[in-house]
């Protein structure tokens, strides 16, 4: 491959910059600095920018603990919001980076970006039904009864009923109804915690509840798991994926953050 192209593969430039840039003397192939953008190069090259290893090679991929106010969208669709590319830092921009599956942009967590188109395939086919198992912090209180509807198929629409889902219930809270809860915070991660406004929901004269649970979905429809709650009469407050098929959400990775997958990640996500 050209030199110029390899490094506007990566998303190092425009071409043309690219290009002026290699004649004005900022790129190194081993050792040395190269003034032609058409050099042949190779992935076992050294290749330096601005002095900066240009690491090279064919597929990558990044988990990425999500953030909310990020839509999961690629740079070229976006139109003024902030994209799960743009928390990318500049040397792993590469153009033909996309989030493998969408999440919401109030919804958190686990998003696995790569350029492997396959592999994104294969984990979102709908006809393979990949777990993804999600955190939800639910105002409402979740019954046992709700279990045993979502292990049946929520209907979601008039002809549209989802495959069983596991729900679990992790905690119930009541509050009476004259508690304060203009800040009610809950736990999201080992070190993180999110503030939730309930004000919008508050029942008059009721005891109010909020239930945290964990719930295992088969497929991928927008806005599955608000639209299940929602059919079973309540809402989401807060969502984050913690896992989908064999990839774990890496509990050591902060909000906003990411990391290369592991070769063990990626053996198990292609086996
Ligand atoms: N279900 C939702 O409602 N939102 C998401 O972001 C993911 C699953």
């Not at 967590?109 to 955190?135: C, E, F, M």
């Not at 198929?153 to 109804?177: H, M, Q, S, W």
């Not at 999110?194 to 964990?214: C, H, M, Q, T």
């Amino acid at each position: 491959m050209r030199l110029d192209k390899l490094l506007a593969d990566m998303g190092l430039g425009t071409r043309s910059d690219i290009k002026k840039n290699i004649r004005k003397g900022k790129a190194a192939v081993n050792g040395s600095i190269v003034k032609d953008p058409g050099m042949p190069v190779t992935e076992s090259m050294d290749i330096r920018y601005f002095d900066r290893p240009v690491y090279h090679e064919e597929y990558s991929y990044y988990m990425l603990n999500k953030p909310a106010g990020y839509i999961s969208a690629t740079k070229d669709e976006n139109s003024g919001q902030m994209t799960v590319i743009d928390l990318l830092d500049e040397e792993q921009k590469r153009t033909d980076l996309f989030p493998a599956g969408r999440l919401d942009k109030d919804t958190e967590g686990l998003l696995l970006i790569t350029n492997d188109g396959q592999l994104a395939h294969r984990l979102l086919s709908p006809k393979r039904h990949v777990d993804k198992v999600y955190y939800a912090c639910v105002f409402g209180e979740v019954t046992r009864t709700d279990v045993a509807s979502f292990r049946n198929g929520i209907t979601i629409t008039e002809d549209f009923t989802c495959l069983p889902a596991d729900l679990r219930i992790l905690n119930v809270k009541k509050y009476d109804n004259n508690a304060d809860l203009t800040d009610l915070t809950i736990k999201t991660g080992s070190d993180s915690t999110v503030k939730i406004d309930i004000s919008g929901f508050r029942p008059e004269n009721a005891p109010l509840y909020v239930s945290e649970v964990e719930i295992v979905i088969r497929e991928g429809k927008f806005h599955q798991i608000k639209r299940m709650f929602h059919a079973v009469g309540k809402e989401v407050l807060y969502l984050k994926r913690l896992s989908m098929g064999p990839l774990v959400l890496d509990p050591s990775l902060r909000s906003g953050k990411y990391r290369r997958l592991t070769e063990k990640e990626l053996a198990d996500l292609n086996k």
